[in-house]
T-cell receptor
Framework: GDSVTQMEGPVTLSEEAFLTINCTYT??????LFWYVQYPGEGLQLLLK?????DKGSNKGFEATYRKETTSFHLEKGSVQVSDSAVYFC?????????????FGSGTRLSIRP | ETGVTQTPRHLVMGMTNKKSLKCEQH?????MYWYKQSAKKPLELMFV???????ENNSVPSRFSPECPNSSHLFLHLHTLQPEDSALYLC?????????????FGSGTQLSVL
């Protein structure tokens, strides 16, 4: 079945460092891809998404490009801030499927040092 | 504030106790979900209610019993839990459990079973 694999954390960086969190997926169809973020003490919220190959999702300085050839959707940010400390979840959803069918990865905890 | 409120925020219970988790959404949504978040594991969907009807039970043990009295409220009744049930339990809602719908998450209940 469909699945998402993301790099295990925790990832610890200094402020203003470059961030990459790797995510690869397995899917039989043409999924939409997502990154969700969970700030301390809060629920998950959608950070960005891409719905077809070569699309780039972006929000709050974060970017991820849907790469069909490598089945990847890596999350990047050029200069992280302390406020970016959170758990990041990669997820996928098959085309036309319901919200309950969104498949999440195991999350990557990111800690940013001042 | 995402419009999805969960209580209590933290719960410690013994294996013989009975307790309930509560979720309330003020977004006018018609679908509500329970997820289990355990460390280093993918987010697990437990139950789905769409227009007050349970549409998904993801092979959840019977010691977890959901209740959805109306579209705004969702409960998870707990009895004779095991220590491995300790986790963060997240509630989510969406306009309906349909294609391209966005999930809105609560902050979760951190459950510890002693």
């Amino acid at each position: 079945g469909d699945s998402v694999t993301q790099m295990e954390g925790p990832v610890t960086l200094s402020e203003e460092a470059f961030l990459t969190i790797n995510c690869t997926y397995t899917a039989t169809g043409y999924p939409s891809l997502f990154w969700y973020v969970q700030y301390p003490g809060e629920g998950l919220q959608l950070l960005l998404k891409a719905t077809k190959a070569d699309d780039k999702g972006s929000n709050k300085g974060f970017e991820a490009t849907y790469r069909k050839e490598t089945t990847s959707f890596h999350l990047e940010k050029g200069s992280v801030q302390v406020s970016d400390s959170a758990v990041y979840f990669c997820a996928l959803s098959d085309l036309g499927s319901s919200a309950s069918k969104i498949i999440f990865g195991s999350g990557t905890r990111l800690s940013i040092r001042p | 504030e995402t419009g999805v409120t969960q209580t209590p925020r933290h719960l410690v219970m013994g294996m013989t106790n009975k307790k309930s988790l509560k979720c309330e959404q003020h977004l006018g949504h018609n679908a509500m979900y329970w997820y289990k978040q355990s460390a280093k594991k993918p987010l697990e969907l437990m139950f789905v209610y769409n227009f007050k009807e349970q549409t998904e039970n993801n092979s959840v043990p019977s010691r977890f019993s959901p209740e959805c009295p109306n579209s705004s409220h969702l409960f998870l009744h707990l009895h004779t839990l095991q220590p491995e049930d300790s986790a963060l339990y997240l509630c989510a809602s969406s306009p309906q459990d349909g294609p391209n719908e966005k999930l809105f998450f609560g902050s979760g209940t951190q459950l510890s079973v002693l």
